[in-house]
Structure formats: C-alpha cells, structure tokens
C-alpha cells in the first residue's frame, strides 16, 4: 500500500536526491530509499512507499534513474 510521506521525510527525500545527483549520472532508487528508510526506521514505513517518492521527485528534477535490486529488508 502507497502512503504520502510526512512533511519531514519528503524533505528528506528531495535533500537526499539533490546530493545524490551532483555524485552519480544515475540514481539508484531503492538504495536512496534504503537510507531514507533507515534514517525514519522508528516510523516502519515501507521501502516501496519511499522509493516511490525517490523516483518521482528525481525525474522531477529530469535525473536519470535506475532500480537495482535490493536485498531483503531486516530490522
């Protein structure tokens, strides 16, 4: 189930891609995710909730983007 993030971790997010985007041609979705969620683990919010927001905002920003895969999650 996609949720919409709070205001906080949205802002995370889009300060996460801006740096990532001045350090590689390509943006790894689900590990910008990975350290998002990581950063708000006490909320329990989805990788996929959040690597949704990741894409969108950068191909917002007109950053090319790529969706490795990612090991299962263990908290």
Not at 46 to 70: M, N, R
Request: proline letters at 4%; charged letters at 30%; one cysteine or more.
């Amino acid at each position: 189930m996609l949720i919409k993030l709070s205001e906080d971790m949205q802002r995370a997010v889009e300060m996460k891609v801006r740096s990532k985007i001045d350090e590689v041609s390509v943006l790894d979705v689900n590990a910008t995710a990975e350290e998002i969620r990581r950063a708000f683990v006490e909320r329990n919010v989805a990788l996929e909730d959040i690597a949704v927001s990741v894409a969108k905002f950068a191909t917002q920003c007109g950053h090319p983007i790529e969706f490795a895969p990612q090991a299962p999650q263990h908290d």
